[in-house]
Every structure is written in structure tokens, then in C-alpha cells.
Nanobody, 123 residues
Framework: VQLQASGGGLVQAGDSLRLSCAAS????????MAWFRQAPGKEREFVAA????????YYSQFLKGRFTISRDNSKNTVYLQMNSLKPEDTAVYYC?????????????????WGLGTLVTVSS
């Protein structure tokens, strides 16, 4: 599966942004999907994941309810709604696919990665 993330940009602290990740192929609904992010000089970290049906979601604890992951299997797309953005949310955001379980939070659990989209939050 090929993944293409979009929707990043420059926003101010407190703003909202929605990222999208479009997947190629007709097997999108068979993949657990996730979002990760990587800030400059830091390791890639888990943000959120969603089950194949979209019923179950799993979040990193640092989000404290600000982000929401969702998916539309009819459009082969996964979303990340980000609210109350903070400067520390600045990072390249990557979508990923292929983990066995929706509560997978490790980079190595995901076989497929998009190129990422940059989110910059100014103070």
C-alpha cells in the first residue's frame, strides 16, 4: 500500500488542523492505520492508531484528548484532527499502516509509511 499524507502547514498556537492520509489499493480496510510524528532532532514518536473498522482507537498519553484519529474506508483515507495546537506539536507527521493490532505504538510494528507532512505551530 502507498500512503500520501497532506494537510500540514503553519498555524498559531490554539488553532486546529486536520491531516489526511490517502492510501492506494483496494485493501485499505484490512490495515491498522496510525499517525506518528518526528520533531527536529528527536526520534519518531507514536501519536494515534485506529483499528481496521475504525471502531477502536488508541492514543499517546501526551495528547490529553486534543487529537482525534478517524478513517473512511470508502475513501481509503485516515484523518488526524488536531485541536488546541501547541508549539511543541511542531513536527513532520507521518501516516503508517500494517500493524497487527490497533494498540501498536512502535515504529517497527508498521510496514508501510508515507512521506510525511510538516506541521509548524507558532507561539
Amino acid at each position: 500500500v502507498q500512503l500520501q499524507a497532506s494537510g500540514g502547514g503553519l498555524v498559531q498556537a490554539g488553532d486546529s488542523l486536520r491531516l489526511s492520509c490517502a492510501a492506494s489499493g483496494r485493501t485499505f480496510s484490512t490495515y491498522v492505520m496510525a499517525w506518528f510524528r518526528q520533531a527536529p532532532g528527536k526520534e519518531r514518536e507514536f501519536v494515534a492508531a485506529i483499528s481496521r473498522t475504525g471502531i477502536s482507537t488508541y492514543y499517546s498519553q501526551f495528547l490529553k484528548g486534543r487529537f482525534t484519529i478517524s478513517r473512511d474506508n470508502s475513501k481509503n483515507t485516515v484523518y488526524l484532527q488536531m485541536n488546541s495546537l501547541k508549539p511543541e506539536d511542531t513536527a513532520v507527521y507521518y501516516c503508517a499502516a500494517g500493524a497487527e493490532q490497533y494498540d501498536s505504538r512502535w515504529v517497527g510494528d508498521y510496514a508501510y509509511w508515507g512521506l510525511g507532512t510538516l506541521v509548524t505551530v507558532s507561539s
